[in-house]
């Protein structure tokens, strides 16, 4: 039998328009095997945690690059927390400086964050070592 | 009953995100729950939408859930884009299209992989439709990968199956091979703000005033999704087949040729597992495999050979299964 699949949910969040990252990402976990559900620029966080509910995703990814992450990574984790999903593995990445990052780990918003110049294998590697 | 299952009675959309991940992933409790669920399937109407990459499938989706929302409809989408032969891995990306309609909870949308089905359709399709089917959706839109020619398994699965092309998409002599272009019940013609409209139309028409019998005649419906244009016909165009369908009795005809399949699926899958699980235990199949790979023994004899060990029909008739 095959390893279940892992789906991962990556989504582009508030009013940022650059999602070159954010393809990149969903291409390179792609090639490591993963289902990657893309849904485009400017969602809100009730879209994400709808989408995220309806997809049955086992992670969600975020990227922000508008400097909105203190905002939507919490409201976000608390919407899937609302829907039952609390479980998901969340991961951001984005430009985070890094009193913010810890500040979301330590108050339990993201598992993890990553930011410029992390390697896509140093990702991939973690998402896999969750399951 | 499955908590799962009264869940989803009840209207819990996790509980039907949660059972479609169950079949998808052909998880033990698949069958059971399917069992429990089966009574309550059977009233939705499935819509499939096929055609080329590109060609505006889930933009038309997107346009055609709008209509179908006015109209006061619950609607399901079941999305699917292929799967990598290589990693595994997809990109599931129709759901960007529709992203608008995702706060709307009277419509649920799920992204499926291929997971190695050919056929324009992932492996688990047919299961998961009938789990939106018992969560209360009057419509399914069930959106293909995108096709090349002889991807056709939606024809079998849709009760109205729909075909979007766009302008210039070839010759005349493209319109008459086989394959796609046969099992439209409408046809439409996105992106019809492009040259080649209107010879596009005439071909497919010329194409369809071919056939000789009567029945449905396919309409051919232009569209420019992203204008919101023309997407009025298409909704009329699917509401007049689904009446010409039960009108004609062919609705009732198509469903119990689907019962039957599902039945002989059914059959085979437990037959072959009851087959394979006695092999295993009583029968060392390495050593046959040598015995056949060294050319002793031919696999045509040896496969006989084996089922005569097993005496497997004759087990079967007093059994449950």
Redesign the interface.
Same mark, same amino acid.
């Given at each position: 039998m095959?390893r279940?699949?892992i +789906?991962v949910l990556v989504a582009k969040p508030g009013l940022d328009g650059h999602d070159r990252g954010a393809r990149v990402i *969903? +291409?390179a976990? +792609?090639? *490591?095997?993963?289902?990657?559900?893309?849904?485009?620029l400017h #969602?809100?966080p009730? #879209?994400v945690a709808?989408?995220a509910?309806?997809?049955?995703v086992d992670v969600v990814g975020l990227s922000i690059l508008s400097g909105a992450h203190m905002t939507l990574v919490p409201r976000i984790k608390k919407l899937l927390i609302d829907?039952?999903?609390g479980e998901v593995l969340m991961v951001v990445g984005g430009i985070i400086p890094g009193d913010d990052a810890e500040k979301l780990l330590k108050e339990g918003h993201a598992e993890q964050i990553f930011t410029p110049g992390d390697s896509l294998d140093r990702i991939i590697g973690y998402i896999s070592s969750k399951f | 009953m499955h908590q799962l299952v009264t869940d989803l009675l009840n209207g819990n959309?996790?509980a039907a995100?949660?059972m @479609? $991940?169950h079949v998808?992933?052909d998880d033990l409790i698949k069958r059971e729950l399917l069992k429990e669920l089966y009574p309550h399937t059977g009233k939705a109407y499935l819509i499939g939408i096929t055609g080329a990459p590109g060609s505006g499938k889930s933009s038309l989706v997107d346009c055609l859930l709008q209509e179908m929302r006015n109209d006061g409809l619950k609607i399901g989408v079941i999305a699917v884009d292929p799967?990598?032969p =290589? $990693?595994?891995?997809? @990109? %599931?990306?129709d759901? &960007?299209r529709m992203?608008d309609h995702? %706060?709307d909870h009277n419509i =649920? &949308?799920? $992204?499926m992989?291929t997971?190695g089905s050919l056929g324009g359709l992932s492996r688990s399709t047919r299961e998961a439709i009938q789990v939106l089917d018992a969560f209360g959706k009057d419509i399914i839109l069930i959106e293909t990968v995108g096709v090349g020619q002889s991807e056709v398994d939606i024809v079998k699965t849709a009760d109205t199956t729909v075909v979007v092309l766009t302008p210039a998409g070839g010759d005349s002599v493209q319109t008459i091979k086989a394959g796609i272009m046969e099992i439209a019940d409408i046809f439409v013609i996105n992106k019809a703000d492009l040259p080649g409209t209107e010879r596009t139309t005439t071909e497919i028409n010329v194409m369809l005033d071919m056939k000789k019998e009567g029945g449905w005649r396919p309409p051919v419906v232009q569209t420019v999704s992203v204008q919101n244009k023309g997407i009025n016909y298409l909704w009329e165009s699917l509401q007049e087949h689904r009446i010409y369908m039960q009108e004609s009795g062919t609705l009732e005809n198509i469903r119990l040729e689907r019962v039957k399949r599902e039945l002989t699926d059914q059959v085979e899958f437990l037959l072959k597992n009851s087959v394979w699980n006695q092999v295993k235990e009583e029968i060392k199949l390495d050593r046959l495999v040598e015995e056949i790979a060294r050319r002793e023994k031919d696999p045509y004899s040896a496969a006989s050979e084996l089922l005569d060990k097993l005496n497997i029909f004759e087990q079967k008739a007093g059994e449950d299964g």
């Open positions: 095959n279940r699949k +789906r *969903a +291409r976990l +792609r090639d *490591a095997g993963f289902e990657v559900i893309y849904t485009g #969602q809100t009730e #879209q709808e989408t509910l309806q997809e049955d829907n039952g999903m | 959309r996790r995100a949660r @479609i $991940s998808e992933n799967t990598s =290589f $990693s595994g891995g997809a @990109i %599931l990306g759901r &960007i992203q995702a %706060l =649920f &949308i799920r $992204s992989g997971r």
